[in-house]
């Protein structure tokens, strides 16, 4: 059982490179998300979708952005690329949204540093 | 500003020794999430719970949502180095114009010494 699938695990970029951060879920999830975590400062939404061709801002989009062409991949594109970023990104799948109740699948998790 | 706060942040104990996790605020929330995640992991899931006064048993955790749903605990009793971990409540704020998105808590890192 797969679940919720990220690549790279580990990225070292330098500052105004881009990148994209993939992310692929297998469970057939309509709702996915991209959460940063930082020291001290629990999880913060970054992006999510509700479906195929449907996005939206979370807390901290700056920087960033996604797109949803299938249900199962919904990757983000860091452009430009800063030391704020320095982070560690998850990405995230829920079949239902249902005012906090849902159940979140994570993944693994992407370790960014910027230098 | 934290709209979820946990405490305590840190929290070492030895095996066998019962500890409580609070996380607290001043909104409403409709539920209360547990999450435990391990190093070089993504959180799991431990409970969700969503009426006011609500306890749910989950083997040695227990877990609260306050009467008011404006805080919730976790209480680990006999604490086993399985245990260790970062624990992040996590809620969705109840009312109009609220978004249902969840919020997350900073955390409490657990350490368990055997």
């Known amino acids: 059982n797969a679940g919720v699938t990220q690549t790279p695990k580990f990225r070292i970029l330098k500052i105004g490179q881009s990148m994209t951060l993939q992310c692929t879920q297998d469970?057939?999830?309509?709702?996915m998300y991209w959460y940063r975590q930082d020291p001290g400062m629990g999880l913060k939404l970054i992006y999510y979708s509700v479906g195929a061709g449907i996005t939206d801002k979370g807390e901290v989009p700056n920087g960033y952005n996604v797109s949803r062409s299938t249900t199962e991949d919904f990757p983000l594109r860091l452009e430009l690329a800063a030391p704020s970023q320095t982070s560690v990104y998850f990405c995230?799948?829920?079949?239902?949204?249902?005012?906090?109740?849902?159940?979140?699948?994570f993944g693994s998790g992407t370790q960014l540093s910027v230098l | 500003t934290q709209l979820l706060e946990q405490s305590p942040q840190f929290l070492s104990i030895q095996e066998g020794e019962n500890l409580t996790v609070y996380c607290n605020s001043s909104s409403v929330f409709s539920s209360l999430q547990w999450y435990r995640q391990e190093p070089g992991e993504g959180p799991v899931l431990l409970v969700t719970?969503?009426?006011?006064?609500e306890v749910k048993k989950l083997k040695r955790l227990t877990f609260q949502f306050g009467d008011a749903r404006k805080d919730s605990s976790l209480h680990i009793t006999a604490a086993q180095p399985g245990d260790t971990g970062l624990y992040l409540c996590?809620?969705?704020?109840?009312?109009?114009?609220?978004?249902?998105?969840?919020?997350f808590g900073q955390g409490t890192t657990l350490q368990v010494k055997p």
């Open positions: 995230a799948s829920s079949r239902t949204r249902d005012r906090g109740r849902e159940k979140l699948f």
């Open positions: 469970m057939n999830h309509n709702y």
């Open positions: 996590a809620g969705a704020r109840s009312g109009s114009g609220n978004t249902g998105k969840l919020i």
């Open positions: 719970v969503v009426t006011g006064g």
